[in-house]
């Protein structure tokens, strides 16, 4: 899933990585899956996305889950 939204930002779907990236923040975070947390927390920052995973965080709830 983390792949796929790589896969969408280079077809130019923005929209379609962000939802990918928030799904999977969802999942990892539920579960702590530190290992994806940290590399959320890196794509944040490339992204230009503020606060790493509170931005992440951020854009979830923005989106309708937590």
Request: charged share 10%.
């Amino acid at each position: 899933l983390f792949n796929m939204g790589h896969i969408h930002l280079q077809n130019e779907e923005v929209n379609e990585a962000v939802q990918a990236w928030v799904t999977v923040y969802q999942i990892a975070n539920r579960i702590n899956y530190a290992q994806v947390l940290q590399a959320l927390e890196g794509l944040a920052g490339q992204l230009g996305l503020p606060g790493g995973l509170a931005g992440w965080a951020a854009l979830a709830q923005r989106m309708g889950g937590a």
